[in-house]
T-cell receptor, first 115, second 111 residues
């Protein structure tokens, strides 16, 4: 079985540009969460989607947006990139919301570098 | 404000040593505490703890939760170089639908 798939694995963008990151959850999983991990820090929660609806949002500016598609895959979009957006972006897949009941499986992430 | 604090931030040990990692938390409506190992990119799941005083074990790794004192420890015995990684502690609170992570502890095991 395929795990959580994220694409691309690496990319370099210029300040002010837009970026789209993609995540395919484990087959049968309906919940996708996005996390940002800056070097030297733990992952920070950005969004959670379940059944194509936003179920949670972290403390990130409106430049960050996301959506979930009917096949439960998800996109994270970041507009007007800043140098501080450079980070590893992780996607976590779950059957539904709630780690206690369902657990979370992480993808390998997308390494974004903004120059 | 909810927070998760891990200590130490980093440590270096020799193969065969025992390592103890700490995680303290302050959250409202605690639901579970999770430990992850992050070697390169994807955090991989180690343990989920929901009840106080019940030790969970997996090989040389073990973990326990104290819900009264609001902390958890992760022990690694007979360390090997393959244990070198960042160990992340995360807390889930009821109704959150998210994990709040600590900054992680970087463990380096030298031959």
């Amino acid at each position: 079985d395929a795990g959580v798939t994220q694409s691309p694995t690496h990319l370099i963008k210029t300040r002010g540009q837009h970026v789209t990151l993609r995540c395919s959850p484990i087959s049968g999983h309906k919940s996708v969460s996005w996390y940002q991990q800056v070097l030297g820090q733990g992952p920070q929660f950005i969004f959670q989607y379940y059944e194509k609806e936003e179920r949670g949002r972290g403390n990130f500016p409106d430049r960050f947006s996301a959506r979930q598609f009917p096949n439960y895959s998800s996109e994270l979009n970041v507009n007007a990139l800043l140098l501080g957006d450079s980070a590893l972006y992780l996607c976590a897949s779950s059957l539904a919301t709630g780690a206690v009941l369902f657990g979370y499986t992480f993808g390998s992430g997308t390494r974004l570098t903004v120059v | 404000e909810d927070k998760v604090v891990q200590s130490p931030l980093s440590l270096v040990v020799h193969e065969g040593d025992t390592v103890t990692l700490n995680c303290s938390y302050e959250v409202t409506n605690f639901r579970s505490l999770l430990w992850y190992k992050q070697e390169k990119k994807a955090p991989t799941f180690l343990f989920m703890l929901t009840s106080s005083g019940i030790e969970k074990k997996s090989g040389r790794l073990s973990s326990i939760l104290d819900k009264k004192e609001l902390f958890s420890i992760l022990n690694i015995t007979a360390t090997q170089t393959g244990d070198s990684a960042i160990y992340l502690c995360a807390v889930e609170a009821a109704g959150w639908g998210k994990l709040q992570f600590g900054a992680g502890t970087q463990v380096v095991v030298t031959p």
